[in-house]
């Protein structure tokens, strides 16, 4: 299967990049960066191997290469790393060259482009109009466990690194109709500075984050809207999210705080979200607070679930840049071909 990598040079492209590697049934095809004097692994110094040879090239010669592989008849996957908005704005601009490929192609997009569901959605989170808005809601949302990805699916939107934390704490309970709508669901999460890509910034300048916690987004997170889409909410609940900026560089611990009606106090919680993903290989449900070095380096989700009087408290656990970015990508990519979920993903954390 012929992958093509567009955007080589961003934190979540070399993720992907060294999970493939070890992959049986990807080989890649071409990367893509604004740099194409270079190898990948001149962007990936941590990269070894033949793939880290492999030379980037001009964006522009990815249309030819699609083209020329396609009357081979050779199956294509393309994974777009670009930033929130680049992405739509280069989809737009070769949707018909694309779009001529048929079923032959599958497209994964690790940006926040197409993860909603309508116009008005995407401007009220991002505060910009959609460039090609006919495609908001034709994407098949990549959060597995809670939203089926399979062999029909040939374009994929992954979801935030938050998005997935506070689906999969809320949803099992959400379902159960024992949440209590009219008060408020609070959630605080805290992410790692790999949260906010390869380009450093003040906010994720190490001696700025190192031995400091902070608070950002108080007057609303994007992420939230996610969670909040019609694909999960006919009437959505009231959510107030709170995000953190830790010293750490990878992971999110999130806590949600649920609000129970009354026939939910002696409901059997953790057995309700065992059973939701009874079948999820990269979930686990216990009733102890998940750590984050139990995660880190993995493609798992650990979920705690207690109750304390009317309040359900669910914390997840999970590497933001794996189960959060491209792990989840290529969790998507196996199911969308057919494969094992598990294929070449990490189960194990680092621990230490």
């Known amino acids: 299967m012929a992958l ?4 080589a040079n961003g934190l979540l492209a070399g993720e992907f990049l060294r999970l493939i590697a070890a992959h049986p049934h990807l080989q890649l095809a071409g990367a893509y960066a604004r740099r194409a ?14 793939l880290a040879r492999v030379a980037i090239a001009e964006l522009s010669q990815l249309p030819q290469r699609l083209h020329a592989e396609h009357q081979a008849g050779q199956p294509q996957v393309l994974l777009l790393c670009l930033p929130h908005g680049v992405a739509a704005r ?14 032959d192609l599958r497209i994964l997009d690790l940006s926040a482009d197409f993860r909603l569901q ?7 989170a991002y505060g910009t109009a959609h460039p090609c808005a006919p495609e908001l809601g034709q994407w098949a949302y990549g959060l597995p466990e809670l939203h089926p990805i399979g062999p029909q699916q040939r374009r994929v939107a992954l979801p935030g690194c938050f998005a997935t934390a506070m689906q999969l704490a809320v949803m099992p309970a959400a379902a159960s ?3 209590d709508t009219a008060s408020p669901w609070i959630l605080h999460g805290v992410t790692g500075s790999s949260g906010s890509g390869a380009t450093a910034l003040a906010t994720t300048h190490h001696p700025h984050r190192d031995g400091n916690f902070r608070a950002y987004a108080l007057g ?17 609940p009231t959510v107030d999210f709170s995000a953190h900026s830790g010293p750490f560089r990878r992971g999110i611990h999130l806590h949600a705080v649920l609000p129970l009606l009354p026939a939910g106090e002696d409901h059997d919680w953790p057995a309700t979200f065992s059973e939701v993903y009874a079948d999820a290989p990269f979930l686990q449900v216990g009733s102890e607070a998940p750590e984050l070095r139990q995660v880190v380096g993995s493609n798992r989700a650990l979920l705690g679930v207690h109750r304390r009087g009317r309040l359900l408290h669910v914390l997840c656990a999970l590497d933001n840049t794996l189960k959060g970015g491209a792990g989840q ?4 990519l196996n199911l969308m071909l057919g494969w094992p979920p598990t294929t070449a993903l990490p189960l194990a954390g680092l621990g230490y």
């Not at 280069?90 to 079923?103: F, P």
């Not at 309508?118 to 009220?124: K, L, V």
């Open 4 to 7: 093509h990598l567009v955007g």
């Open 177 to 179: 109709g024992l949440l």
């Open 220 to 236: 609303g997170h994007r992420h939230e809207a996610e969670l909040l889409a019609p694909r999960n909410f006919e009437h959505p």
């Open 37 to 50: 004097d270079v190898v990948i692994e001149d962007l990936h110094p941590h990269l070894g191997g033949a």
């Open 329 to 332: 990508a290529l969790q998507c």
């Open 90 to 103: 280069w989809y737009a601009e070769h949707s018909q060259q694309l779009e001529a490929l048929g079923d």
């Open 118 to 124: 309508s116009e008005r959605a995407y401007q009220a």
